[in-house]
T-cell receptor, first 114, second 116 residues
């Protein structure tokens, strides 16, 4: 079944550690996105990609980086985690063209930096 | 974590009643609209969509209404059930005429509480 997967589901990590949040999709979607969402709050776009070797920063400033070496994989990396990075991170994908399709979201990674 | 946005508005309804969730969108050039449902601890899930050449679309227990004159979108849920308790986000797509690509803008979301 085509889907989008995020790992880990939950992560508690110490300040200063480097972490990578994984996101993979099996739908062959060209576009992928990372959103940050505090509990009960709005979605904020932090990174997106329109295809392999294409990455852009989103509307919300973020200290994270992303890479897109393969169509199906869009990992997000924090070089040095800080308590202010504590949040939920949602990955999503959509087809390259055809604006009449919505996003498919993963279940999210809830990150806590202590 | 540090809060970066506003707390979501809430709507509380009695089980069995109809719910109406409203959304004001920003761009008159938006040509496609989607409603998402996000349950606690999960990512948003697609509920229903509507294109700008329509003003109403019905699904199973859900109806989306589009008023382009006032840039307003609403989601109606019939006979609301406890399982409908979630946060509901509207989203608008703006198609780039030259490239065929599109940009999606999410609304702030509304938290729906269903009272048994």
């Amino acid at each position: 079944e085509a889907d989008i997967y995020q790992t880990p589901r939950y992560l508690v990590i110490g300040t200063g550690k480097k972490i990578t949040l994984e996101c993979s999709q099996t739908m062959g979607h060209d576009k992928m996105y990372w959103y940050q969402q505090d509990p009960g709050m709005e979605l904020h776009l932090i990174h997106y990609s329109y295809g392999v070797n294409s990455t852009e920063k989103g509307d919300l400033s973020s200290e994270s980086t992303v890479s897109r070496i393969r169509t199906e994989h869009f990992p997000l990396t924090l070089e040095s985690a800080r308590p202010s990075h504590t949040s939920q991170y949602l990955c999503a994908s959509s087809p390259r063209t055809g604006a009449t399709e919505g996003y498919t979201f993963g279940s999210g990674t809830r990150l806590t930096v202590v | 974590g540090e809060s970066v946005g506003l707390h979501l508005p809430t709507l509380s309804v009695q089980e069995g009643d109809n719910s109406i969730i409203n959304c004001a969108y920003s761009n008159s050039a938006s040509d496609y609209f989607i409603w998402y449902k996000q349950e606690s601890g999960k990512g948003p899930q697609f509920i229903i969509d509507i294109r700008s050449n329509m003003d109403k679309r019905q699904g199973q227990r859900v109806t989306v209404l589009l008023n382009k004159t006032v840039k307003h979108l609403s989601l109606q849920i019939a006979a609301t059930q406890p399982g409908d308790s979630a946060v509901y986000f509207c989203a608008e797509n703006i198609t780039h005429v030259n490239t065929g690509g599109f940009k999606t803008i999410f609304g702030a979301g509304t938290r729906l509480f269903v009272k048994a």
